[in-house]
């Protein structure tokens, strides 16, 4: 069965700093999208980066990278240069092609804190 | 503007009641999905259909139930066998394939006492 794990409850990053965000991956499907989402208070969900288990290259999206690690099953959330309104709660999520039907599941979250 | 719409943004209903919860699109996505947050919790799957007409259990399906009669709408309803219904119920649809991002609506807090 896939599962996402994401171990950092809460995290703090001083502004105009960089911070990562870990995510890993369980599954035996060879080929499934890794997915990062950001919720902030008002609860709406917001698509950030995406990265294919193909892909050779690491996904980039303005200042959002993803650190791709495919043997390790990680795909950690790297936020460049903190902003103030980047404080929300983060979320990694997977979907695998064949398995589990187009089933897309979600990781615990990560709240991340941006210190003035 | 296409979108997902879910209504309404709050619902109180009292024990032992039934209660639906609309999520509608306009995007014209084949795949759509509910879930469930708890304070402080990630996403947990409840029902998805990759299709008009067909189903499939989440994670925590027990206590709900859908249906998928038209693409467009994918309506929830949380029955009374559901234990702990009071939470934040998400709705979302995509494209579907394995590389498309969902797009969510902006939820509904249900609260039963």
């Known amino acids: 069965a896939q599962k996402i794990t994401q171990t950092q409850p809460g995290m703090f990053v001083q502004e105009k700093e960089a911070v990562t965000l870990d995510c890993t991956y369980d599954?035996?499907?060879?080929?499934?999208?890794l997915f990062w989402y950001k919720q902030p208070s008002s609860g709406e969900m917001i698509f950030l980066i995406y990265q294919g288990s193909y892909d050779q290259q690491n996904a980039t999206e303005g200042r959002y990278s993803l650190n791709f690690q495919k043997a390790r099953k990680s795909a950690n959330l790297v936020i460049s240069a903190s902003q103030l309104g980047d404080s929300a709660m983060y979320f990694c999520?997977?979907?695998?092609?064949?398995?589990?039907?187009?089933?897309?599941?979600f990781g615990q979250g990560t709240e991340l804190s941006v210190k003035p | 503007d296409g979108g997902i719409t879910q209504s309404p943004k709050y619902l109180f209903r009292k024990e032992g009641q039934n209660v639906t919860l609309s999520c509608e699109q306009n995007l014209n996505h084949d795949a759509m999905y509910w879930y469930r947050q708890d304070p402080g919790q990630g996403l947990r799957l409840i029902y998805y259909s990759q299709i008009v007409n067909d189903f499939q259990k989440g994670d925590i399906a027990e206590g709900y139930s859908v249906s998928r009669e038209k693409k467009e709408s994918f309506p929830l309803t949380v029955t009374s066998a559901q234990k702990n219904p009071t939470a934040f119920y998400l709705c979302?649809?995509?494209?579907?394939?394995?590389?498309?991002?969902?797009?969510f609506g902006q939820g509904t807090r249900l609260t039963v006492v």
């Open positions: 999520a997977m979907r695998e092609a064949y398995n589990q039907g187009g089933k897309l599941i």
């Open positions: 599954t035996s499907d060879p080929s499934y999208g």
């Open positions: 979302a649809s995509s494209v579907g394939g394995m590389n498309t991002e969902a797009f």
